[in-house]
């Protein structure tokens, strides 16, 4: 049988505690990171409803046509927190809660969060 990798295990006692202290709302919904080894997700998040207001990953044809001009994984990243900044205030939401998912507030998920605020989204 197969262990449960001790990194994983780790990170993901990491975000339930940080998802026990943050929640999202109408006014300020979750704007929730997912990092993998390849891609990087994120959402906006109303918890209250439970619907996802917006999203934006490495996979999408906006991002997919610019990957083979993007440096690094690092500069994806930024490009995902600019598009779901710009999608976020389409929607008219200015303000979210971050939940960086467990992940270390390091590397991609910091490039992804300094892009938003950038843009203009606060947090």
């Known amino acids: 049988m197969a262990k449960t990798n001790p990194r994983l ?3 993901l006692r990491r975000k339930q505690h940080i998802r026990k202290h ?3 709302t109408a006014e300020r ?3 929730a990171v997912f990092r993998s ?10 918890d ?19 990957a083979g001009d993007l440096e690094d994984k690092k500069a994806v990243a930024k490009e995902v ?5 710009q999608r976020a205030k389409q929607k008219g939401v200015n303000a979210v809660a971050f939940d960086r998912g467990g992940y270390l507030y390091h ?3 910091r490039a992804l969060a300094d892009a ?8």
Not at 37 to 46: E, G, R
Not at 116 to 123: K, Q, T, Y
């Open 107 to 109: 590397g991609r998920v």
């Open 116 to 123: 938003a605020r950038e843009v203009g989204l606060e947090f």
């Open 81 to 85: 927190g600019r598009i779901i900044a």
């Open 29 to 31: 919904p979750r704007m």
């Open 48 to 66: 209250k409803k439970g619907i996802t207001i917006a999203a934006a990953s490495s996979l999408i044809p906006e991002i997919k046509s610019k």
């Open 37 to 46: 080894s390849k891609h990087i997700y994120a959402q906006i998040i109303d």
């Open 9 to 11: 295990k780790a990170r």
């Open 22 to 24: 943050i929640s999202g």
